[in-house]
């Protein structure tokens, strides 16, 4: 049934139900939607370290509308997973904290509001590619219609950052540490797209169509519209478009080594995808701490249940 069913998604078949799966396409569409929805989920914790130092009430009313709908949009993935059989409340409050898959980017607290910004801009105009390339191209009936309104949001998470960034830009001794947090986060974000295309022997997510592009096709994506942002506000990043070949360029190795206490890219030190990935695996430096901060209050709440009883 496997080549069967990728045969009639070739064809333009909506997979609506269990019953319309074979086993592999049901693995593959729980694991992403695991990947989504911790993405979702743990971007909140460092949002929530600075949205306080924010400079006006309505940009503070502002972030806290962001972290509203990121926790939305992981109700959307863990909901779809529930649907699927996933026991939601055991992967959510009894998982090990190195067991998320969020990206390794959102185990860090942010310093200032200007890193909030920046993480709005770069991080969720990462999800906003990935997930819109979802929307645009996914199999799956029931997420393509919920990421209709995540598309959207997204949009005006990304658009909230450049918004700071460009205000940021506008005097010397803001710019100064918007430059500062460009530095680390920039090659931060090209991460959220995996490895290497060279890398990857085959996708089932491209098979399945649960994506339509490959992971240097959204990192290219991401550069495209990253980079001309960047130049128009006077920030300096490692990358450019090369004429010769179509393409945005980094000026950098890429991956190259990362110093998680300085949070400053090792760029003299090229490094490899496999040691990137134990990296990954290994988790930052708040990945206890936040996922602690998620889990607390239902933990805190069953033993309170367990009192009663």
Known sequence: MTNALKEKIAKGFVVESIEDMNE?????????????????????????????????????????????????????AYRLLKDLGVDTKELLYNRPPHKFKNPYAF??????????GVFNAFFDRAGYTLLGDAFEHTSYGPWKRALVKV??????????????????????????????AVDW?????????????????????????????????????????????????GVKVPAHYDEESGKYVLDVPFP??????????????????DNVIKRFKARGPQNEAFVHRIQKGALELDQLRQEVV
Not at 48 to 69: E, G, M, S
Not at 107 to 116: C, R
Not at 202 to 230: H, I, M
């Open 24 to 76: 592999e396409y049901l693995e593959v569409l729980k694991q992403t939607l695991i990947i989504v929805g911790d993405t979702e989920l743990l971007s909140v914790p460092p949002l929530l370290t600075v949205y306080q130092q924010a400079p006006t009430l309505n940009n503070k009313i502002t972030a806290l509308a962001i972290v509203q709908d990121e926790l939305g949009h992981a109700h959307i």
């Open 107 to 116: 185990d860090f607290k942010l310093d200032n509001w200007i890193e909030l």
């Open 151 to 180: 598309d959207k949001e997204e949009l005006f998470h990304l658009r909230n950052g450049e918004t700071i960034m460009r205000a940021a830009a506008s005097h010397p001794e803001t710019k100064e540490i918007l430059q500062k």
């Open 185 to 233: 986060m920039f090659l931060m974000a090209l991460e959220f797209f995996g490895v290497a295309d060279e890398m990857k022997r085959r996708s089932a997510q491209l098979e399945y169509k649960l994506k339509g592009r490959t992971n240097d096709q959204l990192r290219q994506k991401w550069l495209s519209t990253a980079v001309p942002f960047c130049e128009s506000i």
């Open 256 to 273: 190259c080594k990362f110093d998680p206490q300085r949070k400053k890219w090792l760029t003299d030190q090229p490094d490899t995808w």
